[in-house]
């Protein structure tokens, strides 16, 4: 295998920051941390097709918006991000946990109810990762998580090792790398009673993908929850970790969407469900834009 | 792992959950208030940490970022001769310079200082916020002395700064004084009792 050349490592997705990152969270004095984010986050507005991809997601999301604003508003996404990826690398390491806020409860419990599995479809949203750890503390069942793959390979190596060293008891977190093998342990842990973690917001390589639309756009949804919510016939709860300050989160549970096959033309039935999904995503979205954390244009008419 | 206070909205003013014994007072005599007024509307887990407090924390930032950054404008209009539109300019860029010079120090503490402590005391200490905090506020503690004594209109900014040293100080004796009813209040809400 060819390794990364050194320098690699210091690009906006390279290990370099990670590691950088969890330096910080154990040398930071915790007063002088907002100086510290506040400064690093206007350093990562340099990085250029992050900046513009969030700034034409705004476009789509606050029509009408002058760029000067979304410019703003960007600094905004990238300032919760700074805050959130802090806040689960403090958790990791240090096992500090913020106060949560929960809506929807009844869903919640509902879940835990059932003897069936169960979905959690989730987006890139507030502490995802903070959430699901959350979720797996406080419920009896356990938890596989699965997550888009780094693109850099030391950063993968590392997250890979972080996740083994600090991962708790209820939870397990798998890589969608190979589509086609996960579906099938996917299945098997749905059908034996365990709630799966996806996120539900952004297609990536090597993933099945449905046609759908985003705040008028066309845009593309992972497949696979809906799919095999289809074929185990579990329901799907969406889920949103929303940051409402400092080391202060809501979790947000929404009323299950069911994934039932009512006709013979399978794609109509999967339609409805994904229609169910962005509809509930796009609201959120709409109130809490600061932290929808897609740094690439999420359709393709605003790349 | 943390203790966490379930369904208790009031608990949000434990005084636990503060760093500063300012703040840690002020928090005790706002848990009062809101323990008798607060109503259970939702689920909610608060963390028993030290350092929770978003208003404490903020303002803490805030106002070092300002003393230091007074320091450094008036270090720099003293000692360099910049005039006009310069002298305006290096002034409106001093809360950056701040900012940077705040992240330098502890860089510096945590690479140098650190692993130069680990090689000699042979130990392999990894969270180092504690002396960072230490090193930071005796840094400011020191450049408020040393401009308290200076002319012009840095010295009230430095007195000022004293003066909230000097608050805090006062307010950790009073909480030592209180601790036993503190200790109470930890136990009462299931977290571990926290000294001074």
């Known amino acids: ?303 | 792992m943390m203790r966490v206070v379930w369904d208790h909205p009031e608990a949000r003013w434990l005084p636990s959950r503060f760093r500063f014994a300012v703040f840690r007072l002020f928090a005790w005599y706002r848990f009062r208030a809101a323990a008798t007024q607060t109503q259970r509307l939702d689920r909610v887990a608060l963390a028993i940490d030290r350092d929770q407090s978003a208003v404490e924390q903020y303002s803490i930032a805030a106002w070092t970022l300002l003393t230091q950054s007074c320091y450094l404008a008036a270090f720099i209009t003293s000692r360099w001769h910049v005039a006009g539109p310069w002298r305006a300019l290096a002034v409106a860029l001093t809360p950056f310079l701040a900012a940077v010079l705040v992240e330098i120090t502890f860089i510096a503490t945590g690479a140098v200082l650190v692993p130069l402590w680990n090689a000699t005391a042979g130990s392999r200490i990894e969270n180092n916020i504690r002396l960072n905090s230490i090193v930071q506020m005796a840094i400011l503690l020191l450049a408020s002395a040393y401009f308290a004594g200076a002319a012009g209109w840095v010295r009230p900014v430095a007195w000022i700064a004293i003066a909230v040293f000097a608050m805090n100080g006062a307010a950790a004796v009073v909480l030592f004084a209180m601790r036993r009813r503190l200790e109470a209040l930890d136990r009462e809400y299931g977290s571990p009792p926290c000294a001074g």
Request: glycine letters at 6%; hydrophobic letters at 45%.
């Open chain 1, 1 to 303: 295998m060819i390794r990364n050349a050194w320098w690699k490592r210091f690009l906006v997705r390279g290990v370099f920051w990670r590691q950088f990152l969890r330096w910080a969270v154990l040398n930071v004095p915790l007063f002088i941390e907002p100086i510290v984010e506040a400064s690093w986050t206007l350093f990562f507005l340099l990085w250029g097709p992050g900046r513009r991809g969030v700034m034409r997601n705004l476009t789509a999301i606050k029509p009408g918006s002058s760029a000067l604003v979304n410019f703003l508003r960007t600094y905004r996404v990238f300032w919760n991000f700074a805050w959130t990826i802090t806040d689960t690398v403090r958790f990791k390491e240090l096992h500090v946990i913020p106060d949560w806020e929960f809506t929807g409860w009844e869903h919640f419990k509902e879940m835990e109810s059932r003897p069936e599995g169960a979905i959690i479809l989730t987006a890139h949203m507030g502490s995802y990762d903070l959430g699901v750890h959350l979720f797996a503390e406080m419920s009896e069942r356990r938890i596989m998580m699965i997550r888009a793959p780094e693109r850099d390979e030391r950063t993968r190596e590392y997250e890979a090792a972080m996740h083994e060293r600090t991962l708790g008891q209820g939870l397990r977190i798998n890589f969608n790398t190979k589509a086609a093998e996960l579906a099938f342990e996917l299945l098997e842990a749905v059908n034996a009673g365990k709630i799966v973690a996806i996120q539900g917001d952004r297609v990536t390589e090597g993933i099945g993908s449905f046609p759908a639309k985003l705040f008028g756009k066309p845009t593309l949804i992972p497949s696979g929850p809906f799919a095999l919510a289809m074929a185990a016939r579990v329901r799907i709860y969406p889920l949103f970790v929303v940051r409402l300050g400092r080391r202060r989160y809501r979790l947000i549970t929404c009323p299950p969407i069911e994934v039932v096959r009512r006709s013979r033309n399978r794609d109509e039935d999967l339609a409805i469900a994904v229609a169910a999904w962005t509809e509930r995503l796009e609201q959120v979205i709409r109130e809490t834009w600061y932290q929808w954390f897609t740094f690439e244009p999420f359709a393709e008419d605003l790349a």
